[in-house]
């Protein structure tokens, strides 16, 4: 596609809106509750379209950046959000996230790369919200025997002590219990997950004054502690106390269900 048929064109370096800034910004405003009355729609879509490539995959800018699963997740997860996929061309997408899957099972950051726990969740939940829509002939669907290798990849990273590994022969870590545990949750798999292990771990990542790191003994910061109560809202541990209440979690979209429930009211259902 030249320039000015994709609307890349458009922008310039000084204004260039950021895809994956566009994703973390419709759930911010989500979860504040916003009644998106001012959403710029075509815009976003505008925005998803300048940034798909040839080969299917996206790149964060319109005019460049990075360019791997994660840009292709934050462009399906936009469309599903404002249930609206002519932003992109699924099939062509779905064609580059099957050329990330790699022999372990789980998915490269892109064609070839090797199998990374959080990767792999961007191509799962990208492939199974595109199940939501059907233009295109490319089937998000996975074969039997391809979602059978991922399970069994994504369950031999939980390690003896419970934590989850992001890649084959890794020390576990916070961020991977969700990265991993979601995935397997997208499965259908979730019954196989050692969620007694799991809490135990991640218990011991929190820091004595409060936060979640990476590891035990570790310093913490925000996005483990996020990622590791999100682990707990997916695989809530049996008979723990109130303390493990948490709100239901949506794992392809990675916000809690009353979230996005208020995305399905004030962005899908308007009229
Ligand atoms: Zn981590």
Redo the contacts with the bound molecule.
């Keep these: 596609m030249k320039g000015a048929e994709s609307g890349k064109d458009d922008y310039s370096e000084y204004d260039t809106p950021h895809l994956i800034m566009t994703y973390t910004a419709l759930l911010s405003l989500a979860i504040l509750r916003d009644d998106f009355e001012r959403l710029n729609k075509p815009g976003i879509l505008k925005l998803v379209r300048s940034c798909q490539r040839a080969d299917g995959s996206f790149t964060s800018l319109p005019n460049g950046g990075d360019s791997d699963l994660r840009q292709v997740y934050c462009a399906f997860a936009i469309s599903s959000i404002l249930d609206d996929w002519s932003g992109i061309d699924v099939g062509s997408a779905v064609k580059y996230i099957q050329r990330c899957s790699n022999y372990e099972g789980g998915y490269g950051q892109s064609p070839g790369g090797e199998a990374l726990g959080g990767t792999t969740y961007c191509a799962l939940a990208s492939l199974y919200l595109a199940l939501s829509q059907s233009t295109s002939s490319v089937s998000p669907h996975l074969s039997p025997e391809e979602r059978t290798r991922t399970i069994r990849w994504l369950l031999q990273n939980q390690t003896p002590v419970g934590g989850f590994s992001g890649r084959t022969n890794k020390v576990p870590?916070?961020?991977?219990c969700f990265w991993a545990g979601a995935s397997l949750h997208i499965l259908g798999a979730s019954e196989y997950v050692n969620v007694t292990a799991l809490a135990s771990f991640l218990s011991k990542c929190q820091f004595k004054f409060g936060g979640i790191a990476?590891a035990p003994e570790d310093t913490p910061d925000p996005y483990?502690t996020y990622m590791a109560v999100a682990a707990l809202a997916l695989y809530p541990p049996e008979g723990a106390d109130k303390s493990y209440n948490l709100p239901k979690l949506n794992a392809l979209w990675n916000t809690t269900e009353d979230t996005a429930e208020w995305i399905r009211s004030h962005i899908q259902r308007r009229s």
Aim: aromatic residues 16%; hydrophobic residues 15%; charged residues 35%.
């Design positions: 870590d916070a961020c991977y990476k483990h």
